[in-house]
Nanobody
Framework: QLQLVESGGGLVQPGGSLRLSCAAS????????IGWFRQAPGKAREGVSC????????NSEDSVKGRFTISRDGTKKAVYLQMSDVAPEDAGVYYC?????????????????WGKGTLVTVSS
């Protein structure tokens, strides 16, 4: 069984940077596609970034492209989301999720394991 725990959230100023971590226990993450999702108050959860299994290169939604980068840890036990030039609309609870199987994308409804989230607050 895979457990995921997010960390690294907190208060960040607009234009600042933050790195979120998704740590795994129970299994290594290289066999899973890993996605980062977020949910702002009153809004639906949305996908942010995804990295395919065995891949070291991810992709991001247009809203964060060029500002957020998803990456894998060399130990295969963590995935990160580097957030740069953070904007107020980036605030919310950030979740990481894992998808088993050969598929390389990260649709929210098809993720198999979820963490409990970490809160990102953007304020000056």
């Amino acid at each position: 069984q895979l457990q995921l725990v997010e960390s690294g959230g907190g208060l960040v100023q607009p234009g600042g940077s933050l790195r979120l971590s998704c740590a795994a226990s129970g299994r290594t993450l290289d066999y899973f596609a890993i996605g980062w999702f977020r949910q702002a108050p009153g809004k639906a959860r949305e996908g942010v970034s995804c990295i395919s299994r065995f891949s070291t290169i991810g992709n991001s939604e247009d809203s964060v492209k060029g500002r957020f980068t998803i990456s894998r840890d060399g130990t295969k036990k963590a995935v990160y989301l580097q957030m740069s030039d953070v904007a107020p609309e980036d605030a919310g609870v950030y979740y990481c999720a894992a998808r088993a199987g050969p598929e390389s994308n990260c649709p929210s409804g098809d993720m198999d394991y979820w963490g409990k989230g970490t809160l990102v607050t953007v304020s000056s």
